[in-house]
């Protein structure tokens, strides 16, 4: 594909599924809008209810998240995100999100991501690898046991 080819582009929130965060937490849910390839790059929403400790994580790259909806934090530090934060994640970093209550039943964000988030277990044992190819194989395998047509979330121009 030629660059001339490339055009600007949108991608309707309606247009793609929640899928859930399986196998680690079937209550959390993810929303693929790009998983990139070349950069390895992804762009997700993601739901959580409150309450919810997700897997602490380490991740190669860096990540910027936007909170949309509720609040959160990580384990590991004081501050704590509302609607409207922008939370920016230096690269080789480690950390617990935990969804807070104090805000509403749910947090939503919206994550851009670089590299491998490696996550792992209580007993601090590496027990995933995610990336923005495990998020194309999620979100796949998740249209094709529910009849839904998948889209090419690694196009520049869906």
């Given at each position: ?12 929130d ?5 899928v859930?965060?399986t196998?680690?937490d ?24 409150a309450?919810?400790k ?17 609040s ?7 501050w ?19 969804a ?12 851009i ?17 995610e990336?923005w190819?495990?998020g ?7 249209c094709?046991?529910?009849?839904i ?10």
């Amino acid at each position: 594909m030629l660059y001339e080819n490339i055009d600007t582009a949108v991608i309707n929130d309606n247009d793609l599924p929640w899928v859930p965060f399986t196998p680690y937490d079937d209550n959390v849910f993810i929303k693929y809008f790009k998983c990139d390839p070349v950069r390895g790059e992804t762009i997700t929403l993601l739901k959580a209810p409150a309450g919810t400790k997700l897997l602490k994580h380490h991740h190669s790259g860096t990540v910027i998240v936007y909170t949309i909806k509720g609040s959160w934090k990580y384990l590991e530090h004081d501050w704590i995100a509302t609607p409207g934060g922008v939370v920016f994640e230096t690269a080789a970093t480690s950390h617990t999100p935990i969804a807070l209550t104090e805000h509403g039943d749910e947090i939503i964000t919206l994550n851009i991501t670089m590299g491998d988030l490696v996550y792992f277990d209580e007993n601090n044992n590496v027990c995933a690898i995610e990336n923005w190819k495990t998020g194309v194989e999620r979100y796949r395998a998740f249209c094709e046991a529910n009849g839904i047509e998948a889209k090419d979330i690694t196009s520049f121009s869906i």
